[in-house]
C-alpha cells in the first residue's frame, strides 16, 4: 500500500488528510509534536505515530527515516504543521515574527529535506499554503509571507524534483472552520459570520473541502500537474 506522511498530522486539515487517504486505503504516518493525540489517532486508523517537532531539521530527518524504513518508503507527504500570530506589524514581537516563519515556511522545507530521499517514483509532495500568499492580510505579516513562501518552494521544487517522477503541488485554503479558526474566533480575532460571507460561495471551507483539494494533487488524476497552487477559497481571492 502507499504511504502518506503528515507533519502536523493530529488535528484539523492534517488529521482530514490522514482519515481521508486511510480511508481510500493507505498506510498513513502522523508526524507530531502532541503525543497524547498523535498516538490516539494513529491508533484509531491503524497508522504510526512519530514525535518529531517541525521547526527541527535533525527530529524531521530521523522520523522520516524511521517511516521510510518501517514502510518502504513515501508516497505522499503533507506538511500541514502551522501556526498563526496575529498582531500590527509595526509592533510584532520578534519571536512572533520568528514562530511562525520557523514553522511555517522553515519547518515545511525541513519536511520536504527529510522526505526528499525516501520519496519513491510518481509520489508527490502537496503543501498547505493559503489565500494569505496573494491577499494583503491586515496584522498577519509573518504568516502571509510564510505563506507566500511555500508558493515559491513548491515552484522550486518542481523543477529540480520532476525529473525524478516527483510532483510539487500546494493547495492554498480560504478560511477553514476548523479548532484553529474557533479558537481564533473565541479570541475576538475574527467574526465566523463574517468571514462566512467574503467568498462568492457563501460559506466557509470545511476540512473536507481542502482536503478533497490534496486528494486529487495526490492522485494519477493530477499525474500531469506540477508546481502549482490551488486556491480553495470559494472564489474569494479573485471576487471584486
Known amino acids: 500500500m502507499p504511504t502518506l506522511v503528515v507533519t502536523g498530522g493530529a488535528k484539523g486539515i492534517g488529521l482530514g488528510a490522514v482519515e481521508r487517504f ?19 489517532q494513529a491508533a484509531r486508523v491503524g497508522g504510526t505515530y512519530v514525535h518529531a517537532d517541525a521547526t527541527s531539521r535533525d527530529e524531521l530527518f530521523d522520523a522520516f527515516g524511521r517511516i521510510a524504513e518501517r514502510h518502504g518508503g513515501i508516497d505522499c507527504l503533507v506538511p500541514s504543521a502551522g501556526i498563526t500570530i496575529v498582531g500590527p506589524s509595526a509592533d510584532l514581537p520578534e519571536d512572533s515574527w520568528r514562530r511562525v516563519i ?15 530521499e525516501h520519496l519513491t517514483a510518481d509520489s508527490s509532495v502537496v503543501m498547505i499554503s493559503s489565500i494569505a500568499a496573494f491577499r494583503g492580510m491586515r496584522e498577519r505579516a509573518a504568516y502571509c509571507v510564510a505563506k ?25 485554503p480560504g478560511w477553514v472552520h476548523t479548532p484553529f479558526l474557533d479558537d481564533a474566533a ?4 475574527v467574526d465566523l459570520a463574517t468571514l462566512a460571507e467574503r467568498p462568492p460561495i457563501k460559506r466557509l471551507a470545511t476540512v473536507e473541502d481542502v482536503v478533497g483539494a490534496i486528494r486529487f494533487l495526490a492522485s494519477p488524476e493530477a499525474s500531469f500537474v506540477t508546481g502549482q497552487t ?10 471584486f
Request: charged content about 20%; hydrophobic content about 55%.
Open 186 to 189: 473565541a479570541k475576538g480575532y
Open 148 to 172: 507566500a513562501g511555500v508558493v515559491a518552494l513548491v515552484r522550486v521544487l518542481s523543477a529540480e524534483w520532476a525529473e525524478r517522477g516527483v510532483r510539487v503541488n500546494a493547495v492554498a
Open 102 to 116: 520557523d514553522l511555517d515556511l522553515n519547518g515545511v522545507f525541513y519536511a520536504c529535506q527529510a522526505a526528499a
Open 22 to 40: 486511510h480511508a481510500d486505503g493507505w498506510d498513513v504516518a502522523i508526524v507530531d509534536v502532541d503525543d497524547e493525540a498523535g498516538e490516539a
Open 230 to 239: 490551488l486556491a480553495v477559497d470559494g472564489g474569494w481571492t479573485y471576487a
